[in-house]
Structures are given as structure tokens and as C-alpha cells.
């Protein structure tokens, strides 16, 4: 009896340590900018969240896409975490010269023809001890709208940045050149 006791209490001890460890890994997939290498899979769970965000031009109605764009959808709308968003000016759009501080994160979120489905969330994030970090300190990352990998960090942004580096880019953005 006091054997079948102590193992169902063992079994128990084990489940709560399983449950711990479950716990603290999903909270170790939250992001934290400056301090983790940056991996997709954290990447997908900090570009869903709006939380905390603020909007190009403090709007989150739908932008035509610009006309140097390299997506299909014809809608967008951009946000910027807290850190990204002090580079913005009183009208929310990028200050002139601006170079962003590491923990800047600014999502795109592309947005289909039915106004509504998002499609692609395209992401940056400063963080320039990451290894998949560019010269810039930015690191480059796409998932679909269901958080699937679609363009992952280990390419180091190797399709993106030359059409990020036009010029009148500011650190590398492109929201002022085609939504002025
Ligand atoms: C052919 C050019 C082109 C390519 C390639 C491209 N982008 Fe962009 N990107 C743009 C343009 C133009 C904008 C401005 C918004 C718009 O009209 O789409 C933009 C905006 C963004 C933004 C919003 C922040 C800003 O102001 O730039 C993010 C984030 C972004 N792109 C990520 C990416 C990632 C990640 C890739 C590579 C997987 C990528 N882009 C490839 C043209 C491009």
C-alpha cells in the first residue's frame, strides 16, 4: 500500500516537472530581443502579437501596396513595437536618418484582396549579436498568415536587402519612400 502511495506520488511529482518544463519553454519562446538568438519559430509568436505596437501614420487601415513592392497581395499596414516606434515622428512615420535601436521590431502584415485575410507577415528585428543578424543589425524573417515559415532567418535577408537598400531608404525601412 505505502509502495503504490509513493509511486502514484512520484508519478505525480514527474507529471508536475513535466508541466514545468513545458511551461517555461513556452515562455522561453516568447521573445526577448537583445538576449536569445532570434529563431523563426519565436519570430512567428511575436509577429502575431499586436499588443503593444503602434501603426505607420497611427493608422491600421489598409495601404495600396507601393509600387517598388515585392509581394502579390495588394494590401498592407505596418506596425512597430515600442523600441522601433520612438524612430517615428508626430505624424507615425520614420524620422529622417533614423537608425533603430536594437529591440526594434516592425511587422508588415500583407493582407489579401478580401480586405481581410492576412497572408504574410514580413518581419524585422534589430538585434546585432544575433548570428543571422546583417551589417545592419537587422535580422529578416517571413511567415504565412499561419505562422508557417515562408522566408527563414538563416538566409540572412539575402533576397531582401537589395531592394531594401534603394535609395531613400532610412536603416534599411522603406514605409516613408512608398507611403509618404
Ligand atoms: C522588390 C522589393 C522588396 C523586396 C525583395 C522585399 N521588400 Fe520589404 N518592402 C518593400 C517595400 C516597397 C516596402 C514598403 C511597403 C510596401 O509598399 O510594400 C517594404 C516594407 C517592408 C517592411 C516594413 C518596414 C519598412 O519600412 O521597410 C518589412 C518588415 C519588410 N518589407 C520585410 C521584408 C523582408 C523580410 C523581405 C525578404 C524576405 C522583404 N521585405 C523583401 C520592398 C521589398
Not at 543578424?133 to 498568415?145: K, P, Q, R
Request: proline share 4%; charged share 15%.
Amino acid at each position: 500500500m505505502l509502495q503504490h502511495l509513493s509511486s502514484s506520488f512520484k508519478i505525480a511529482l514527474s507529471c508536475l516537472v513535466v508541466l514545468y518544463l513545458a511551461v517555461s519553454c513556452s515562455n522561453n519562446s516568447s521573445i526577448q530581443p537583445g538576449t536569445t538568438a532570434l529563431t523563426d519559430a519565436s519570430i512567428a509568436i511575436t509577429a502575431k502579437t499586436t499588443a503593444g505596437f503602434v501603426w505607420y501614420k497611427k493608422s491600421d487601415a489598409l495601404m495600396t501596396k507601393g509600387a517598388n513592392s515585392g509581394h502579390p497581395e495588394p494590401f498592407l499596414r505596418t506596425r512597430y513595437n515600442a523600441t522601433a516606434a520612438a524612430q517615428l515622428d508626430a505624424n507615425g512615420k520614420v524620422k529622417t536618418g533614423a537608425i533603430f535601436d536594437e529591440g526594434s521590431v516592425i511587422v508588415k502584415e500583407l493582407i489579401a484582396s478580401d480586405r481581410t485575410t492576412i497572408t504574410t507577415y514580413a518581419v524585422l528585428i534589430k538585434q546585432k549579436s544575433d548570428p543571422n543578424a546583417d551589417a545592419s543589425g537587422w535580422v529578416w524573417n517571413e511567415l504565412t498568415g499561419a505562422g508557417a515559415v515562408a522566408y527563414p532567418i538563416s538566409n540572412k535577408g539575402a533576397g531582401c536587402i537589395p531592394c531594401h537598400s534603394i535609395a531613400g531608404n532610412i536603416d534599411k525601412t522603406l514605409m516613408n519612400n512608398d507611403h509618404p
